[in-house]
């Protein structure tokens, strides 16, 4: 069991920039690969970028070159940095922590952190 919590949501302008902070907790956050999905008003959810347990990256289109993932296993913390924000950039953002485990598949989600970017 993990229990994840979002932190760092809030309104910003269009070109500005937040830091996106997830907590982990509850087992052992090394063996998880971890993720930041976003679903905006209306709108299914959609990947944002995910970090596996050896650090490799991956981003969704939408937000390559400007978004960066990381992860602290000391801290059992992931990080998303978000710059050059876009309007389109508002949705809710979940952290997700997920493992493949004895032929299983475990996942588990955040009660999501709003981010607004709006003039």
């Known amino acids: 069991q993990v229990q994840l919590v979002e932190s760092g949501g809030g309104l910003v302008q269009p070109g500005g920039s937040l830091r996106l902070s997830c907590a982990a907790s509850?087992?052992?956050?090394?063996?998880?690969?971890m993720g930041w999905y976003r679903q905006a008003l209306g709108k299914q959810r959609e990947l944002v970028a995910t970090?596996?347990?050896?650090?490799?990256?991956n981003y969704g289109d939408s937000v390559k070159g400007r978004f960066t993932i990381s992860r602290d296993n000391a801290k059992n913390m992931v990080y998303l940095q978000m710059s050059s924000l876009k309007p389109e950039d508002t949705a809710v953002y979940y952290c997700?922590?997920?493992?493949?485990?004895?032929?299983?598949?475990?996942?588990?989600w955040g009660q999501g952190t709003q981010v607004t970017v709006s003039s």
């Open positions: 509850g087992s052992i956050f090394t063996t998880y690969h």
């Open positions: 970090i596996s347990t050896g650090s490799t990256t």
């Open positions: 997700k922590a997920e493992r493949l485990y004895s032929g299983r598949y475990y996942y588990y």
